[in-house]
């Protein structure tokens, strides 16, 4: 069972230039995640998503884009990078068994360079 | 909104002593999860509390929900260098009106010989 899946490990990019995140779970949840942590700090969510078609901001969502066409895959999507972007990205995913939200389940993160 | 505050963030001790981490949340929610996480690494699952009066232990740490007060704590008894990580409270936001986990900031622990 691979949970959930990040790609690319790890990424330099150069001011300016535009990426895509990946992130897949075969956990078939409902609910999926983007944060980022910046060095020794705490997580900060970007976007989230509650089902397919469905996406909403976090608290930091600006120079980012999100879509969700499919309960497996939320791609993340940097343009126009820049340095502030510098971090590493976690996705994650969870379920809602009745009227709550149970526990994320992270992917191992994206460790993100800007120059 | 739902707001989670976890105090200390930063906590510093001694091999076998003991100490408690807090996390207070501010709206109604009776789901609460703690993750560990190491340097450099993702975050893992820990404890999962489900209802008021819940108590999860796992070796020197363990869990408890009190949702009429809205307080978590982590227990960590005999503390032993192992347990050197950073560790995340996260409420489960519905009950309050929020779609989504909120995870508090943090809590740094370091354990010293």
């Known amino acids: 069972n691979a949970g959930v899946t990040q790609t690319p490990k790890f990424r330099i990019l150069k001011i300016g230039q535009s990426m895509t995140l990946q992130c897949t779970q075969d956990?078939?949840?409902?609910?999926m995640y983007w944060y980022r942590q910046d060095p020794g700090m705490g997580l900060k969510l970007i976007y989230y998503?509650?089902?397919?078609?469905?996406?909403d901001k976090g608290e930091v969502p600006n120079g980012y884009n999100v879509s969700r066409s499919t309960t497996e895959d939320f791609p993340l999507r940097l343009e126009l990078a820049a340095p502030s972007q510098t971090s590493v990205y976690f996705c994650?995913?969870?379920?809602?068994?009745?009227?709550?939200?149970?526990?994320?389940?992270f992917g191992q993160g994206t460790r993100l360079t800007v120059v | 909104e739902l707001k989670v505050e976890q105090n200390p963030l930063f906590l510093s001790m001694q091999e076998g002593k003991n100490y408690t981490i807090y996390c207070n949340y501010s709206?109604?929610?009776?789901?609460l999860y703690w993750y560990r996480q190491d340097p450099g690494k993702s975050l893992e699952s820990l404890f999962v509390?489900?209802?008021?009066?819940a108590v999860k232990q796992e070796g020197r740490l363990m869990a408890s929900l009190d949702t009429k007060a809205r307080l978590s704590t982590l227990h960590i008894t005999a503390a032993v260098h192992d347990l050197s990580a950073t560790y995340f409270c996260?409420?489960?936001?519905?009950?309050?009106?929020?779609?989504?986990?909120?995870f508090g900031k943090g809590t740094k622990l370091t354990v010293n010989p």
């Open positions: 994650a995913s969870s379920y809602t068994p009745g009227q709550g939200v149970a526990e994320a389940f």
């Open positions: 956990m078939n949840h409902n609910y």
């Open positions: 998503s509650v089902g397919a078609g469905i996406t």
């Open positions: 709206t109604t929610s009776d789901r």
């Open positions: 509390l489900l209802s008021n009066g």
């Open positions: 996260a409420v489960d936001g519905r009950r309050g009106g929020s779609e989504k986990l909120v």
